[in-house]
């Protein structure tokens, strides 16, 4: 329907001005409501069945098949040029035996083949179809880079929904491999940590798939999740988590922050044979979050490279939902420490 109405308004408008320039150019100086205007619009209207059918033959038949590439270029042209023929003979007919003896009154000026009234025809049908024509490709292109749009977005919606799936199983592992522990110590904190990794699963499954979520929301799942640690490690972790929000509105990317510490326990606390410690600081001031992490390692503990799965996860995500943050990775021959600084206010919508 709405092609339907640009082409009836293109038309309607392209009559109104051929009717005024054709007035104009036979010389009247009659206003807009008096009979000259009048034979000039009925003059245009006839001679709109010519334009139609080279118009509408370049626009259905002959711009498609261009943009397909399915055709041979010398063929198309060869088809455009008979039409466009045809078109003329029948403009000429029309003015010859109906526009001039009927709309005027008055015989033709020019002959039925003639010279004068065939280029008249060539520039009357060929300014028509060409504007139309170049609306189309203009149309086409904007069409075109509208469905590239689409697909490059529907690429990294599909990109991301995998870096998010692929957040939660790592989570839940590690989250699993805690209880396993616990009950392997025969641990009477074991149903306390069941109990916290159903709530951190009902988090996974009904508000992760969020495009964001409560700031508060994501510290608390980092809180849990430090709580389950709390109960594997005992006296041999020391655990500071400091938290300054200027307020509680402020929405980020579903977990995006749990990754560090979930690094700092796998390549740090968990490797160290000594009591060790994390610190955490997160702080929010007019949108900006400065997040901290720092953890202690042995010696010999593995260097945190970045090619590790969860800093590449999170990089990307990163990427890919903000346009302003740093991210910075600093390891020091006994700790790692992450600093992020993200505009929460900088999210970009995929």
């Known amino acids: 329907m709405r092609r339907i109405l640009l082409h009836v308004t293109f038309w309607v408008v392209y009559t109104l001005q051929d009717a ?12 807009v409501g008096s009979g000259p205007f009048w034979k000039a619009l009925l003059d245009a209207m006839l001679c709109l069945v010519s334009k139609f059918i080279f118009t509408y033959f ?4 002959s711009v498609p098949r261009i943009v397909a590439g399915k055709y041979r270029l010398s063929r198309i042209v060869g088809e455009m040029v008979i039409v466009f023929f045809i078109s ?3 403009y000429r007919v029309i003015a010859f035996y109906v526009i001039f003896p009927v709309v005027y009154g008055k015989p033709s000026p020019t002959g039925l083949f003639s010279l004068p009234g065939a280029l008249a025809a060539v520039m009357d049908i060929g300014f028509v179809a060409g504007v139309a024509t170049v609306l189309k490709f203009v149309g086409v292109q904007m069409r075109t880079k509208e469905n590239e749009k689409l697909l490059v977005r529907e690429k990294l919606e599909a990109e991301l929904k995998f870096l998010r799936q692929q957040t939660s199983p790592h989570f839940l592992l590690n989250t699993l491999n805690n209880v396993y522990a616990l009950a ?6 074991t149903a306390e940590v069941v109990m916290k990794l159903s709530e951190l699963l009902r988090f996974i499954l009904y508000e992760s798939s969020d495009p ?24 041999r972790l020391t655990v500071s988590f400091k938290k300054e929000l200027d307020a509680e509105c402020y929405k980020i990317t579903p977990l995006l922050l749990l990754p560090f510490i979930e690094n700092a326990f796998k390549h740090g606390i968990s490797e160290s044979r000594f009591e060790s410690y994390i610190y955490i600081c997160i702080r929010v001031e007019r949108g ?3 997040y901290t992490v720092e953890n202690s390692k042995d010696d010999g503990a593995r260097e945190l490279t970045n090619k590790n799965i969860g800093l590449v996860n999170v990089r990307r995500r990163l990427e890919l939902t903000y346009k302003d943050y740093d991210l910075d990775i600093f390891e020091e021959p006994h700790s ?3 600093n992020l600084s993200l505009n929460l206010e900088s999210r970009v919508e995929i």
């Open 20 to 31: 005024l320039v054709g007035m104009v150019w036979a010389g009247s100086e009659s206003p």
């Open 58 to 61: 370049l626009l259905e038949v």
């Open 88 to 90: 003329i003979f029948v």
């Open 184 to 189: 392997r110590k025969k641990s009477d904190d």
């Open 212 to 235: 964001v979520i409560p700031l508060i929301g994501e510290i608390k799942v980092l809180e849990d999740y430090l709580a389950l640690e709390r109960m594997r490690y005992d006296r």
């Open 288 to 290: 900006r979050l400065e």
């Open 336 to 338: 790692y420490r992450v």
